[in-house]
């Protein structure tokens, strides 16, 4: 400790407050009705899909993402924040599911037990970008993957539903499904070089960033939203003219079964996605108007022959992934709301000091039994407590006063419409319970 002398002497320096880091946000308890509801709806597709749940870690060594999303990637080349352990280990904060995933899936062999294994995930991501609305620089995503089995165009079909479920179930109607076939190792180069052709005849017009990534990638420009770049989409090569008979098949398969379960989709040729590991089917999905702008919601895609880039064998796989607080943000725009938890509250209040006392045994054995409790109990008056009950939205009010306490019973007020009655304490659950129905 030091002593007072010491603090006196102690130079006077100025207190710096602090602010979150650029792009990182807090979830605040006004955004908590949207989480509980994301999360809950997908756990409940998660389950009637039959998707289990894995969490890979938040680290992992940066060459993961190197060797499967790609070097060339802006996930990997600008947006991956990396770091050095002590130990000398060149580590990667996560900045997207699926290489680690698909890690797991191979280091705990997986491909042993029944296929495919349908695994879903939902965490923070980690990407630096420039902030803006629906780009964050961590950010939380959930994520549903297909791996193993049979390459069936069925499982690129279940993943789009089960997103297109997900966005009808939080009540985002009538939202645009992009999808497209970039093809396998056999179509993809010829498709490729017509590309390049393509491109090198316009050169001039394109960014900086394509006239590099030309030699590279050259698909990554149909990706890119410079406004030259943007132009030159509309006229280039189709993809889908020049699929394989393989691909064009399996893409035709993946189409007939979203008819049948009479998802509308558009057919964009220029969706190619941003990392390198697809392959076949990749996709979309935007909220419709307007909410547009923030960003894909869902989107995802095939992605053969990631395994064999980390050392695996080939291995059919198809998945996608949804940022959660890019969904909250539509669901602002649209003004959808959810009951949080205060549809199912009641508020505990009391009036005097012995019966705060009998008030706290009450709350304790209500939690006890499942019941959500609010409370206010530090505040003497009944009406500053009242208060709070009406601030947080809560319909039923139990206050216990001195006349209660000794008749050992309560009242039960309906808040949104003054109407109350005195209930005897034991009977007190089963009218919750009644109340609540
Ligand atoms: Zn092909
Ligand atoms: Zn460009």
């Not at 990667?92 to 995933?101: F, H, K, V």
């Not at 995503?141 to 069925?154: A, C, H, K, R, S």
């Not at 009540?171 to 645009?176: F, M």
């Not at 009998?358 to 939690?367: S, T």
């Amino acid at each position: 400790m030091p002593s007072s002398q010491q603090e006196k002497e102690k130079p006077k320096e100025v207190v710096r407050t602090f602010q979150s880091a650029k792009g990182m946000h807090d979830v605040l308890p006004s955004d908590e009705p949207y989480w509980e509801k994301i999360e809950s709806v997908v756990r409940s597709l998660a389950s009637a899909y039959g998707f289990s749940r894995i969490e890979p870690p938040v680290l992992e060594f940066a060459e993961l993402y190197n060797k499967t999303s790609g070097e060339e990637s802006d996930v990997v080349q600008k947006e991956m924040y990396t770091l050095k352990t002590k130990g000398g280990d060149f580590l990667a904060l996560r900045p997207e599911y699926t290489p680690g995933i698909s890690r797991a899936y191979m280091q705990h062999g997986l491909s042993r037990l029944g296929q495919p294994q349908k695994l879903f995930a939902m965490g923070p991501i980690f990407r630096h970008e420039r902030p803006q609305l629906g780009r964050a620089r961590q950010f939380t995503q959930i994520d549903f993957e297909t791996l193993g089995g049979v390459n069936d165009p069925i499982y690129d079909a279940e993943i789009i539903a089960l997103f297109y479920d997900l966005l009808n179930e939080l009540r985002i109607k009538n939202s645009l499904v992009k999808v497209n076939s970039i093809g396998c190792r056999i179509c993809r180069p010829i498709y490729k070089k017509q590309l390049t052709a393509y491109y090198k005849n316009h050169e001039k017009q394109l960014c900086e960033d394509c006239k590099r990534r030309l030699a590279v990638n050259p698909l990554k420009l149909l990706d890119c939203k410079e406004p030259g770049c943007e132009a030159l989409k509309e006229k280039a090569p189709n993809f889908l003219d020049k699929l394989c008979v393989t691909c064009s098949a399996h893409f035709k398969s993946v189409l007939e079964y979203l008819d049948e379960v009479k998802i509308p989709y558009e057919l964009d040729h220029r969706l190619v996605r941003g990392l390198d590991y697809y392959s076949r089917t990749v996709f979309e999905m935007y909220a419709e108007g307007n909410e547009a702008q923030i960003g894909a919601l869902p989107a995802g895609g095939r992605y053969d022959y990631l395994m064999e880039t980390i050392g695996g064998h080939l291995t059919p796989a198809v998945g996608g992934a949804c940022g959660v607080e890019r969904l909250i943000a539509v669901l602002r725009a649209k003004e959808i709301v959810f009951n949080g938890k205060s549809a199912k509250r009641v508020f505990l209040a009391h009036a005097g000091s012995l019966a705060k006392k009998k008030a706290f045994a009450i709350l304790k054995d209500l939690r006890g039994r499942g019941f959500l409790v609010a409370e206010s109990l530090s505040k003497d008056s009944l009406a500053a407590q009242l208060k709070v009950a009406d601030r947080e939205g809560i319909a039923l009010a139990l206050i216990l006063g001195q006349k209660e306490l000794y008749e050992n019973s309560i009242i039960v007020r309906d808040l949104t419409n003054g109407l109350q009655e005195a209930v005897p304490l034991e009977k007190l659950v089963d009218e919750i319970k009644k109340r609540q129905k």
